[in-house]
């Protein structure tokens, strides 16, 4: 899985100075950055919308309103927010602070004034984590439509654009999708081909019902009885004409 | 904003000279590897931008802190130390960093004695701080 240098990071400081110098910091090593002066704006912003607009949290943790360990434990019990990595950039130096982030999930713990390298380092892990779990999510929910595709082909109700998305895929479920795909549209192409064979029976059939009446009524002695006065009638203009 | 600011700089400036309010020696005042670190980030200009906010932040925080001292109100006292020591380490000030961080953990013991002697250090380490800062500007510009 290839992955881009550059992550959306929520940085969560109520010191101004500290977020002015950790956005710089990390706009310089290509990520964008969103900022939250406490635990409560930033839960705010984490869960405002559909799916949380970042995929790391910079968090500090002596914080009003809302402090660090009260964020944190908010994030891990909310279902949307556990999977985002929280790393924890406070100048609570004491290890106390960094065993209870640990247990409460944190993924680190750095100490301010932040190690510019050190921080870089853990950035791309969790950048890498935080993708590895998206790529995972997409794909049970890719696994979840294949599944919905041969419920629909059970029920004839399939639509095969309805996997176009998993088919651009090129693993085993996107082949998988393809196959799906190119046998739907086999079974519809033969649905239209036997449609049109019957189409043409039914005018042959209906041709050849014509026809029968035709010689039913064309084979009998008053036919021929009638055929034979209209000729000599046809005989009989003719002489008087001559 | 600017009422804050005032109050702080006379609470400052009315320091006596002493141990942490006497003469200014900017260079023992700052970490140049801390400086040289915020440069590498953002270069001079960005540097300098830091320094700007820490100045006004910095006399708000000082005045919360007399106020808190004043008030016996040791959470509030805490957190403005706390932010203070965060930001003065995040700029090289070591010495004014160490005081907060004293003064923080006397008021998350609920220690307040001494509480407003060692604010008034802080206040006094705070001007030589900002004076070395002022001249690190200068230096910048010249």
Known sequence: VSLPDGGRVLVVDDSAVNRMVLTKALSADGHTSLTAENGLQALELLQAGGEPCVDVVLLDIDMPMLDGYETLARMKSDERLRHLPVIVVSSVEDLDSVVRCIKIGATDYHTKPFNAEVLRA???????????????????????????????????????????????????????????????????????????????????????????KVDEITDTDFFRNLQERANTLRLGSEQVDG | LAEALRQAR???????????????????????????????IGGDEFLSDVIDVFRVDAPILLATLRRSVDAADSDELRRAAHTLKANGATLGAGGFAELCRELEERARNGELDGASELAERIEGRYLRVEQALAALGAGAQS
């Open chain 2, 10 to 40: 006379a609470v400052v400036e009315a320091r006596p000279g002493g141990p942490d309010g006497g003469d200014v020696d900017g260079s023992a005042e700052l970490d140049a590897s801390v400086l040289q670190s915020l440069r590498e």
């Open chain 1, 122 to 212: 853990r950035l791309k892990a969790s950048l890498a984590e935080k993708r590895l779990h998206d790529l995972q999510l997409e794909y049970l929910e890719q696994v979840g439509r294949v599944t919905d595709a041969a419920a629909a082909i059970e029920a004839e109700m399939f639509a095969p654009e309805t996997l176009d998305g998993v088919a651009a895929r090129d693993d085993a479920l996107g082949q998988l999708a393809r196959v799906f795909q190119r046998m739907a549209r086999e079974v519809a192409d033969r649905e239209r081909r036997l449609k049109a064979q019957v189409q043409q029976l039914r005018i042959e059939i209906d041709e050849a019902c014509a026809a029968r």
